[in-house]
């Protein structure tokens, strides 16, 4: 099985953490290729940034069915662009916020996610309300960093990770936490560890998932919303 | 007052009647201007249709933002862009589906939309949830034709809207009914008349409530989720 | 257009304040017109006040369609008889909740209301939830004052909201704060000013709303629960 | 213990009628009074008559309050002032809408009203979604017939509420139904015999809900929204 | 009247005490009999004891009804088995969480529930969200004891119940609380004076409610989900 | 990785069938084992029927751990004793109906349920509710037929599935459909070619999902509601 996770935004350091993490965990018999647009938002930080990362994002889908791509993660938080990509894509497409508030739902009654920016937590609120999980989603915290500072060695991110991840567990009453950010996606494991809840990397819930509804034989119904684009 | 009404898709006769509705209501001392994009799809009919559509809606923000225009309204039916338009405008800017719900929750407990597709219902449905609107919208109905036979001149397109705004009343206990497509402005006073309750054009609430802000002297917050976009 | 603003409540202070406020935003061409009841409450604080108020505002409803007035503001933030001033209005009507947290809803993704006393807090949620507004709206606050204190000079009321409104934007992420009284009406600006989001008046946000129905064409649907009141 | 039903219109065969349910299933040792206003709409068909009933309500409540009554029902399914009789009556008070679907929930997993004119079926879809009743309560019908009509004999309104009753129980899946107007009281038996599920009349129900709260030594909280009205 | 109790869990004192609380209330002719299973767990605190109650509960239930009780309450906070017992038994049903948040909903517009231990917090919500009281149920808190301290004298549980009652008044906002644990049912009277509030009980209420029911006429719709089990 | 598939009813052909689904879409390396307790009810309709299989269920589960499961799947479409079996499972755990809403809201934006029995569709739609999945949920239809009707060879059970699977996808505008019982796992592929939309079966997509979870490294959270049980 071939699966295509695009980062949309052209921050290559992060699409290889991105393509670490997904290498990590696909199962046998799963390839997991890791690709970015070259011309694209170098971070993804709210609504505009989402707007113009989406033709490069459609390009890499496009790219991607052309070379027989089975299913795809679109690996930015905000799930941009999810519905044109189903629309384009035979196999299956989820984004990293589904992927990881469903997977969240199956493992605990109720979860916070830990994003970047402040300006980030209505959009993830709204994304929880379009999934159904506005209930499971005690909260949405911020841990004041720029997407890109999670890049640089040696700051304090992921120190400011970890003690939001902390208060959502103490405060929030949450059992699973999920990182809102796909630059957060190689801290889960340590972050598992000082919590002592688990703690969900969109990315990894991403391709399991992906590889799940391949593996089940299905993909996007094309008889409704998500039907190929009409030619004009 | 200057307004900027952007129709995100390339066809002009669309364009100029979404103008010619916009100036007919427009107040006193109100200037509308109805543009389009060059380079964008012909109509929006899907995600990937609108995901297309946005560099060229965001383009024609940032021309108007150069030209001083006080507040936007973005008249295609599926409210594509206009958080990312709210962070680089400094007015306001209102898409023509919340307007349009908007304005049908103050003279009426329950409407119905009338759109063009079967394929727009979900999104429609989805856009009511964002606006707090899933209780009032009692139903999305599709009339069962394409965007751009509503601009074929002898068609039957017409009498098919018609048809579908008289079911909404009669079996959904609508109040009111919303045209679920810019290109529907030209039908609304007719419709109005065929049907004894209130038809909703977006684009003229559009206008008007974008008149109502202005004059109110509010503008988008830029203290959440849509404060000017970060440089990269 | 004569717009007529109703205040339910007998204090005479109080109308003016509102009628200056709504003066302040009327359109060229507009009328505005703020009259209260002689036979009313001074204050309404509370469901019983809401009730007695009733028969005075649907009186000076009656008297505005004799007067020929083509809308009408309910300037009491609890929204009384406003169903009621459908029935019996031929043109649209809107109380300032209503009409505040429509306006919100457009510039803000979350707002927070400011109002008098805790007692209130149920009912503005009731109304929320009534305008589907009940997610925009993060949290109902109480200044802990009596609406008349708002009406003495060289009180501590005004310090008492605006020291509320800045906990707003500080604890509940809210973009934008509404006052939740029309006693309030004249510190907009000044809050807008200490406060750096944008503060909403409910009589300046009717106001404008009623402006922009009436100026669509748009009055309240008669074909159904706001159908004129049947005769006995 | 003495219970205070008060119907809220002028007709004194619908108080009648009333008072007969209401006796019909008061415990031992509980005496009920049945009681309308004399200045009050005939019938209660919309929000203007609601308001209108209201100042004729409030005042059998305070004669209620001085003739020493422990608690109370507001016989009309719109629950007309029952926060305001809440605010000035000491023992807890309930409206027969509330009544009738607090008592369905404990029984069915889902209901249908049947009530009298298409243009209370909103009213009634607000009041469910007041009392959290939204998902229990699968549709509101109209049996298409006046209040008075209820009053009249030989006509043909009851056959047309048994009708729409027993589309309930076959198109919405309901398994009880509620009547959704006091004048339908003396219906209740003979609609279970004709249909097979539990009909609900809301005077019984609210009757034995407030022997229910009496009994259970509770009262309205006056802590918050139903606190005694502020003198003015 | 006869009412059957049935404590699901095996701890005779919680019984005892179950069963003078419901019979402080009975009305006059009703006869209350509080029962519990020999062989269920001692306290349940959890999915796991609930589901290893039921069959103990259901057996106490078909002695019921071979000994012609006419209604039942389940007298423990998760309200186990609810259902089943509702397909088995003749008369009416309830929980004591859903007869407590029922009762509650009539004489306040916010409550908030104290529990034992924080794992059963989900549980309650989920409760309360499946009764429509989502928005009522202003915050479960837990006051952090296990079920069975409350059965051992001169332990700090009271206390401790107290203290989160008391802040459930201060911080919540809620008009009204109620005791999540039938092991509480005998602070009731104690919290109510010592916090302003009613305090509710859901013994006491799931005996006047049940005797509201039977008094009413009214026994589980069987026309649906509730229908007798079919044979096998 | 070895997954059990729990079939809590003790009809085995059932189980064959389940086994048969399961294996036909396990994993590379996945060894998956379908069983059931010898003591549990021949089919489970209805919440008795659901009561009295869970000691057998968890009597499965806990045999599962001794030989060292890493996850299961709860075979029955009502979702029973999940929780339980939650709390006392070290790997994740998943329900049918919550796997099979999950994987549908991944490929579709609205879907139906066509179950078995009427009965059983609240019970499904409170499931909806509970997963969050209440606005995807478009209806729930009964196919009128007995689950044990499923394992007859040459009735019309078949045909009548079909014909609520074409019927959702003609009247409830679905994207996908969703087999309402475990029994009808192996009509999944042909009412695919029949209907044309994605047919999903309840124990494909829990095997997946699981196998999904443990390849992720995901277990249930042990942090709150579904802790290990406490000794008594």
Known sequence: MKILVVN?????????????????????????VAVNPEDAPKSIEG????????????DEIRKGEAAGFQGYVVACFDDPGVGACREIARGPVVGICEAAMVTASMIAT????????????PMVEELALRY????????????????????????NARRKVRDEVLRAVAE??????ILGCAGMADLTAWLSQETGVPVIDGVVAGVKLIEALVGAGLATSKAGAYATPLAK
Do not use: W
Request: glycine share 10%; charged share 25%; proline share 6%.
């Open 8 to 32: 949309p935004n052209s921050t290559r350091s992060m699409t290889e953490k991105i393509g670490a993490s997904a290498a990590a965990v696909a199962a046998q018999g799963t390839e997991v």
């Open 47 to 58: 609504h505009y940034d989402e707007a113009m990362c989406l033709p490069g994002l459609l």
């Open 110 to 121: 109720g979860f916070s996610v830990v994003t970047t920016l402040p300006r980030a937590i």
């Open 132 to 155: 159904g999980m506005e209930r499971r989603c005690r909260r949405v915290r911020a841990a004041e960093i720029p997407v890109l500072a999670l890049e640089e060695p040696g700051g």
């Open 172 to 177: 929030d009453g949450s059992e699973a936490v």
